[in-house]
């Protein structure tokens, strides 16, 4: 997988994808419905942003029936794992980030899928 970094930050500069890829970098696989509750974005908007990560190599999706799970793609560079690694710690305190952990932890019936490989 390459990515150029000047791509990834223009990945990263959007909130919405931010948001939704920190919360992947700290709880690992999470269905369109988990992200959406988390962040209070609507789900066409979300599923038009992780497509884009999708489309540029930061998250692979998983299928199983009518939902779909997305989690950060196994072969990421270590650099870039770093980058995300390193901007969970610094916001993580920090709304709309920690808000956004907080809700998905409160989150009524949340899905009990496999996490990704």
Not at 2 to 9: E, K, V
Not at 14 to 33: F, I, K, S, Y
Request: aromatic share 4%; with cysteine.
């Amino acid at each position: 997988m390459n990515i150029s970094a000047a791509h990834l930050f223009h990945l990263l500069s959007d909130e919405t994808r931010l948001r939704c890829l920190l919360l992947m970098a700290r709880e690992g696989e999470l269905c369109v419905c988990e992200l959406t509750h988390a962040t209070g974005i609507a789900q066409p908007k979300v599923s038009r942003h992780l497509a884009l990560l999708r489309e540029a190599g930061l998250v692979r999706d998983r299928r199983e029936g009518l939902w779909i799970h997305y989690c950060l793609h196994p072969e990421l560079p270590a650099w870039v794992r770093d980058v995300l690694q390193a901007t969970l710690a610094g916001v993580r305190d920090a709304p709309p980030y920690a808000d956004d952990l907080a809700v998905l932890a409160a989150m009524p019936d949340r899905p009990g899928a496999p996490r990704c490989a």
